[in-house]
């Protein structure tokens, strides 16, 4: 139903910038939240951030509070996640997911995710 693929992933140095997108396809009846989750190499998958149909509700995990940027373009059925200050402990592939059920809240949780890309990867030196 939805479709998402990330791009965007690389190489930087600690403290550098890098900035993901999440391009979204498929027919959808209804409007659906779209968030960004990393998995580190022997970690389990991260929430990192959320955002509402309409942009106008975000939420972040408290390690990216600060720096890193969550956004989206309706009009492009796109999603951006801004990074900024990278650090080492950013490292992980990001993934992107929808989740299409009806909530009072934006979900946190991996599991309330219906669909997920492909995942990119964000590797920070130092």
Request: charged share 15%; aromatic share 12%; with cysteine.
């Amino acid at each position: 139903q939805v479709q998402l693929v990330e791009s965007g992933g690389g190489l930087v140095q600690a403290g550098g910038s890098l900035t993901l997108s999440c391009a979204a396809s498929g027919r959808t009846a209804s409007s659906y939240v779209l968030g960004w989750f990393r998995q580190a190499p022997g970690k389990e998958r991260e929430f990192v951030a959320t955002i509402s149909w309409s942009g106008g509700r975000k939420a972040y995990a408290d390690s990216v509070k600060g720096r890193f940027t969550i956004s989206k373009d309706n009009t492009q059925n796109a999603m951006y996640l801004q990074m900024s200050s990278l650090k080492p402990e950013d490292t992980a592939v990001y993934y992107c997911a929808a989740d299409v059920a009806t909530r009072l809240r934006l979900s946190t949780t991996q599991y309330d995710y219906d669909y997920w890309g492909q995942g990119t990867q964000v590797t920070v030196s130092s």
